[in-house]
């Protein structure tokens, strides 16, 4: 197997900021880098998903799909990929087909040559509609299965949802590890599985690193078949995050595959993101030590770290151990969701609730009940019984458990929305009022008459200029030197005459 060549998506600019900045990368921090990234030799650039979008529009007042635009103007020799997630895109909710295939065009229409889609359940009934449109649309498609640990998600299991995306006529699967639950054993046995039903699908590995084991998993998968791997800059890998990209193109390298990728390249990268995070105050990825813990309550580093902050602010931190282990029970009493947004959320809330009330199940959220009738897909596993009979007794007269195709209960919303709240400038303004009220976007829309300057801050553009830069305010200084391997630079003021 040695000489295979093995491709890279880069997920830096997506999951990396996701997972350790709390998804707070801006433009000034990407485009600057993007035309560099572009000659760097990655199969891919991925750009945004579910949290990116969202904050872009939340918190940072970014358009997403000005975004795509921009980045597409400065990358065009590598394909830039946008993740969704299945019919519900890039929020928790679950939307109509039409806005899911518009959606789907316009990744298409404002630049983005590849998509990645999965279904938090695994049921692939929820990707048929966006595999068929964005194969309409000439995107490259990679499909996913989500990994997790349950008595329900077998070998056997994951070959069988594999056999489904080959069916659909993907152009890739992808194993997605969100809560980095993979081990060097699993791997040994599930790769293979999943290799021998592909064909000549190629298989990608996307997992994080909070066991502390992704990047040996990495480095075990690629010898069993293993195409193309998921990683991140080092500045923002590790940790929560993805394995570092320079690690695994050093080690792969030994090993006798080849990639396109250059230590000398991804140093400079580096250099880049390290400036970044130096400039805006944001912590570096660094690795995690194996926690037996987290393979039993299975919640993702992300999510622990929303549930302190959250706990703090109740003046509740002592109930997380509390909260965590009933996390636990309560996954087992739904049938095994996977724990990824959604249903990661779903499941924590619904443990905080337990344990807060004092009493299990006094209280159940509205989409906890949506999930038990099967409003979101296919359930892996066997819901508790008498969770079941509560919901049903608490439903309207003739609910039923649905069997079906989540998106065929869903009625068209486009129609609606441009009666309702339109005109719209574009489709990509028709969508943004699909996914939120005129409330959550007028901030954005208020943000719009401001465009990026034609001169970016140096920290954007440069660490070295913006080291030069602030030395060249510091009046106290007669003398510098900056030293690292390879390079030495020694600077002296000269005294004014």
Not at 58 to 68: A, F, G, K, T
Not at 77 to 86: E, F, K, L
Not at 320 to 333: G, K, Y
Request: proline share 7%; net charge neutral.
């Amino acid at each position: 197997m040695t000489g295979r060549r093995i491709g890279f998506v880069d997920v830096t600019t997506r999951d990396g900021h996701q997972s350790l900045w709390a998804t707070r990368m801006t433009n000034a921090m990407i485009l600057p880098f993007a035309s560099r990234m572009d000659e760097m030799g990655f199969d891919w650039i991925n750009l945004e998903g579910g949290a990116v979008f969202d904050v872009c529009v939340r918190y940072l007042h970014e358009d997403p799909w000005e975004r795509m635009r921009l980045v597409a103007e400065r990358v065009r020799r590598t394909p830039v990929d946008i993740m969704t997630r299945g019919q519900s895109l890039f929020t928790f909710r679950f939307f109509a087909d039409d806005v899911v295939a518009l959606a789907l065009q316009r990744i298409r229409a404002n630049g983005m040559r590849r998509v990645t889609i999965y279904d938090a359940l695994n049921d692939i009934r929820n990707l048929e509609l966006s595999v068929r449109t964005a194969r309409r649309e000439g995107l490259y498609v990679c499909a996913g299965l989500v990994y997790t640990v349950s008595p329900v998600h077998t070998d056997e299991y994951y070959t069988g949802i594999a056999r489904e995306l080959v069916a659909q006529g993907v152009d890739s699967v992808f194993l997605k590890d969100p809560s980095g639950l993979l081990t060097p054993d699993r791997v040994r046995t599930l790769i293979p599985a999943v290799k021998s039903v592909l064909g000549d699908v190629p298989l990608e590995l996307h997992s994080h690193s909070l066991s502390g084991l992704a990047e040996q998993c990495y480095l075990e998968a690629v010898p069993l078949g293993v195409d193309v791997i998921h990683t991140a800059s080092g500045p923002l890998a590790s940790g929560a995050s993805l394995p570092p990209t320079e690690y695994c193109v050093q080690h792969l390298t030994r090993e006798g595959f080849r990639t396109d990728l250059r230590l000398d390249d991804l140093a400079e990268m580096a250099d880049y993101f390290r400036g970044v995070a130096y400039r805006h105050g944001f912590p570096l990825g660094a690795p995690r030590r194996y926690d037996p813990a987290l393979y039993r309550h299975q919640v993702p580093g992300g999510m622990i770290s929303n549930l302190r902050s959250d706990l703090a602010r109740m003046n509740m931190s002592q109930a997380e151990d509390a909260i965590l282990e009933e996390a636990e029970q309560v996954r087992v009493d739904l049938g095994y969701p996977i724990m990824v947004s959604p249903f990661a959320q779903f499941v924590v809330t619904q443990a905080m609730l337990n344990v807060t009330q004092g009493e299990r199940y006094r209280t159940i959220p509205d989409e906890i009940r949506k999930y038990v009738l099967g409003h979101y897909g296919r359930i892996a596993g066997t819901v508790l019984p008498k969770i079941v009979d509560r919901v049903l007794d608490e439903a309207p007269p003739g609910t039923q458990l649905y069997g079906g195709r989540a998106g065929e209960i869903i009625p068209p919303a486009l129609p609606a929305l441009r009666e309702q709240r339109g005109p719209f400038d574009s489709d990509d303004d028709l969508l943004l009022a699909a996914f939120y009220s005129d409330t959550e976007l007028a901030p954005l829309r208020a943000a719009r008459s401001r465009r990026l300057p034609a001169e970016l801050p140096p920290s954007a553009t440069s660490p070295v200029k913006e080291l030069l830069r602030a030395l060249g305010q510091r009046q106290d200084l007669s003398r510098i030197g900056i030293e690292r391997p390879g390079f030495r630079l020694h600077v002296t003021r000269r005294a004014r005459p």
